[in-house]
């Protein structure tokens, strides 16, 4: 009613913004969880041990978000339908909304109206588990007893879903409800054979030590797989040794990754000609299947002895993932359009298209899509783009730890420094098995390159002074601009109360983290949140007070 062309044209594209005349959508969450656990131990003879426990895990979360546009009542309100009878809203009375204004001046009842959206999720997780174990000497060898650990565990789990939504239509629809479930069952062993020790050791082996595991399990949605594991520890003289380990590994999809509700919302991403419009998919993935790893460590130790107090520890390591669950286009939105090995999750829309736009036309209608970001033509839609857990090709990751510590007598006290730093070599991932290996270590939404907590605290008595200085590197984003790196301080006192009385085992503690109150590096980010949650620490000054028993 209230459109004027002013080229003569029978209708115009606007941008329009709620702010002003709608409120911030509400959400309300509610988290309930309960856990429990029970065990016993029972001595058996031959020195071996039995142990059981069961354990329950339940949340239940319930989460309503109001003040949502409903874009069935906007066009209502538009004047682009006729007023609806299943409605309260009658045009003619309560006022038609007016885009053209260029300022809040819609009437409330027209407003309120239009934002009376809304969306209800319940969520229902549980976990039962339970376990047997038995351990204990199985022969003895010169260097010590030979040990063997053997058990069972059995867990199962679930998964429900419900809600509504009430943001495209004139009625409240139900979301797709959902419940899910597996059971696992897993069997293992572990050895430990002490080959040389004190009483048998010669130049060159202080000490030699085997331990091999194997684990098999079994899943009702998956089937079932066996993955062993091997370490060695050896010891050319004292104070120093050597560690080796090698292991296989699986992991299922959690059942969120497989059963979330899948949504639709507008998204505008980089493509080569500027930024477009797409309709982006979220949510679980029924196709996922589980992932694999292969891993290895070595690790030197040091220990001088006539060094006393001076620990050192240098291990390099490398995993190798297979069909690793990630979300591709969720870790690489700047590049999710441009990038060839993304391809695959991506379907381009030419509007011209008679089957492209009727696609897109039925999933702007689904109640799946939530139009909280925007309403949009489907003439606009350039792509639709698949933002959920996928299996990806592979990725390798590989680096070196570093930890030292030193303590000895200082000030009347004792005193003790410390370094723990990380480096990662190799970050490469494959997004599907032909794409090529892309090395991501070091940029924006992964991991860093390097890591280092530096650490001194001093012990005098009851008294302890202790401060970190930790520090990650910067990074960069998809783009190539460098992102700053991070430097904090943390800091803490304890006070303890004296080993005999009623006060024993009583402590009092202040720590104060981040002490200078350094925000995270500005990092550009899509979601918005002005810095990268996988480098960059967002809490600030955080004081905090704990009162501790030790019994």
Wanted: aromatic content about 10%.
């Amino acid at each position: 009613p209230f459109f004027v062309s002013p080229i003569g044209a029978a209708s115009h594209q606007i941008d329009y913004a709620f702010q002003g005349e709608l409120a911030n959508p509400q959400v309300s969450p509610v988290t309930e969880s309960f856990s429990g656990a029970a065990g016993f131990k029972l001595q058996l003879p031959a020195a071996w041990l039995l142990e059981g426990y069961g354990g329950l895990g339940q949340e239940h979360i319930a989460s309503r978000t109001t003040g949502l546009l409903n874009s069935a009542f906007l066009n209502e309100a538009l004047g682009a339908v006729p007023d609806n009878p299943l409605t309260a809203y009658r045009a003619a009375s309560d006022g038609y909304f007016n885009p053209f204004t260029g300022q809040p001046a819609n009437a409330a009842a027209v407003l309120a109206f239009i934002g009376s959206g809304r969306s209800e999720t319940k969520l229902r997780n549980q976990v039962f588990s339970g376990g047997l174990q038995a351990d204990g000497p199985l022969i003895r060898l010169p260097a010590g007893e030979v040990k063997l650990a053997v058990g069972v565990q059995a867990r199962r789990e679930t998964y429900a879903r419900s809600g509504v939504n009430f943001t495209s239509t004139v009625t409240p629809t139900a979301q797709q409800s959902l419940k899910a479930e597996r059971d696992m069952a897993a069997a293992y062993a572990e050895l430990n054979a002490p080959l040389v020790g004190p009483e048998n050791r010669r130049p060159g082996v202080e000490q030699l030590e085997l331990t091999a595991a194997i684990r098999a399990e079994r899943y009702s949605d998956f089937g079932s797989t066996v993955n062993p594991k091997i370490g060695l520890i050896w010891s050319p003289l004292e104070g120093v040794r050597w560690k080796a380990t090698y292991g296989e590994s699986f992991r299922a999809p959690a059942l969120t990754e497989l059963s979330e509700a899948e949504v639709y919302t507008p998204l505008r991403l980089q493509d080569v000609s500027g930024q477009v419009l797409t309709l982006a998919l979220n949510g679980g993935n029924r196709d996922l299947e589980p992932e694999t790893a292969k891993s290895w460590t070595v690790t030197l130790e040091v220990a001088p002895p006539h060094i006393p107090g001076l620990q050192a520890s240098l291990s390099a390591f490398r995993t190798t993932f297979e069909s690793r669950i990630d979300r591709p286009l969720f870790s690489n939105r700047l590049t999710a359009l441009t990038d060839p090995t993304l391809a695959g999750f991506v379907q381009r829309l030419d509007p011209q298209d008679p089957a492209d736009l009727a696609l897109i036309t039925r999933l702007l209608a689904d109640p799946r899509t939530l139009t909280s970001l925007g309403v949009f033509p489907p003439t606009d839609y350039r792509a639709i783009t698949d933002f959920r857990y996928v299996n990806t090709g592979r990725l390798q990751v590989s680096g070196l730890d570093v930890q030292a510590a030193y303590a000895r007598p200082a000030f009347g006290g004792r005193l003790t420094l410390a370094v723990n730093g990380a480096w990662l070599f190799d970050y490469k991932q494959q997004v599907t098995p032909l794409a090529p290996a892309v090395e991501y270590v070091g940029q924006a939404g992964y991991p860093a390159k390097f890591r280092v907590r530096t650490s001194a605290e001093w012990t005098r008595g009851r008294l302890t002074l202790g401060g970190a200085l930790i520090h990650t590197a910067g990074f960069t984003d998809a783009l190539g601009a460098k992102i700053d790196a991070q430097t904090k301080v943390d800091t803490h006192l304890r006070i303890s109360a004296p080993e005999t009385g009623g006060l024993a085992g009583l402590s009092l503690s202040l720590v104060v983290r981040n002490l200078f109150d350094q925000p995270p590096p500005f990092y550009d980010n899509l979601t918005g949140i002005g810095f990268d949650p996988a480098s960059g620490d967002p809490v600030g000054r955080f004081i905090a007070v704990e009162l501790a028993k030790r019994w």
